[in-house]
Each structure stands twice: as C-alpha cells, then as structure tokens.
C-alpha cells in the first residue's frame, strides 16, 4: 500500500466559490461585445486559463480578435472579478474546507494549492486560509494549463513528496486528468458523472476525512 503523505487542492469550486464571480464577470464581457454567455458555456471554462477561457467566450460569440485586443479585454474582466473577489471573506468558504484542511495538518499531511488563478492570494489572504499551505502554486507561477500537470508536479516538488504520495482534489475534469498526468491519485469534488475518472468522488470536502484517504490508499473507494 502506497501511503498519501500530502494533499494538493484547486482553489474555485474546492475551497471557495469563486466560479460564481467569474460567470459574473464573463458574462459583463460578452454582453458588452453583443453576444450572451450562458452558465452552459461557461462550464467549459472549468480549470482552464485566463486566456484559454476568453478564446472559449469569443468562439461562443464567433469573434476573432488579434492578440492586443484579447490582452486588453481578459485584463477588463479580470479587473471586474478583482473587485467582487476584493470583498470575499471567510463565510465564502465552501462547507467543510477548513475542517478538512485542520484534519489533513493535525495527521501530519503536508498540503499544497494547486490552481490557475492569478487571483490565489487575495482569495487566500481575503479568507484567512493562507496559513494552511506549506506550498502555493498559481497562475504566476506556471506556464501551461490544465489538464497539463505542471500545476501538481510543482507543489510536490515544493512539499518535497513524491507523486504517487500524492492526492489532489479537483471539481473539473481537466484537473482530474492533470492529477493522472503527475501519477497521483485524485478526489473529484461534484458530480460522479463528469468527474468519474477520479479514485473517489464526493459532493463537497464535509464528506471528506483522512480515514477516507487511508481508504484510498488501500485501494477501498467506499
């Protein structure tokens, strides 16, 4: 039996819900270049990049811009979500987060941040949950998006731990495939039906404990 040893963690959708003022942000985007962004198109934004996601949008709304305007409009909405998220504090933590990150430091495990927002510290800060991390890695810090596994072999580099100690929770597919990249074992956060590529999914991290990671581990998904 392969023992996990550290915890790596999405940040929107897993420990905050963020997706919301991205919507929220997207959708003042479209609307001002004449198109509507639904919440169907914008759960292909999942896990993916800044500019990634405005290329998604602008296919939605069949724009092609050059490369200086696309810059100028994902820096529009990312000002946009700045301020929402500017006001977040720590009742926006999703349930059980914060007990299960208590949970994973009190047994010993080392816990990493795993995400592509460029946003991660101010959401950390804003919430209280910086201290939690022995690792961040966010947008700053990579160069490729999900499903590419850069985000997770990084934060394994930084807690020291090899991958297959390794286990990630993620709410996008492309996040669960970047955890079978690393080689470390994932826990989808949402639906079984798109998230069934992971070893375990649960609705949310309050049906989360370590025993259940032991469970993993052991190869028990129950």
């Not at 006001?87 to 999703?94: T, Y």
């Not at 020291?160 to 690393?182: M, W, Y």
Request: with cysteine; proline share 3%.
């Amino acid at each position: 039996m392969t023992s996990i040893k550290a915890c790596l963690f999405d940040l929107d959708g897993v420990l905050v819900d963020t997706a919301k003022y991205h919507y929220l942000a997207w959708k003042r985007l479209a609307a001002e270049l004449g198109f509507e962004f639904t919440e169907r198109d914008n759960e292909r934004l999942k896990g993916v990049s800044r500019m990634a996601s405005l290329d998604i949008l602008l296919s939605v709304g069949g724009l092609e811009l050059d490369d200086a305007v696309k810059l100028e409009l994902a820096e529009r909405k990312n000002n946009w979500y700045f301020d929402m998220i500017s006001k977040m504090d720590a009742s926006e933590i999703l349930p059980g987060a914060l007990e299960f990150l208590k949970d994973c430091r009190e047994n010993g495990l080392k816990v990493a941040l795993g995400s592509a927002s460029k946003n991660a510290m101010t959401i950390l800060n804003n919430t209280g949950l910086t201290p939690y991390f022995d690792a961040i890695i966010d947008g700053t810090r990579t160069a490729s998006a999900k499903p590419d596994p850069e985000v997770f072999t990084l934060g394994a580099s930084e807690l020291g731990i090899s991958p297959e100690h390794c286990v990630v929770f993620e709410d996008a597919e492309a996040g669960i495939e970047a955890a079978r990249r690393a080689g470390m074992r994932s826990v989808g956060i949402g639906s079984p039906s798109t998230l069934g590529a992971a070893d375990l999914v649960v609705a949310s991290l309050a049906d989360m404990t370590v025993a259940r990671l032991r469970d993993i581990a052991a190869g028990q998904q129950a």
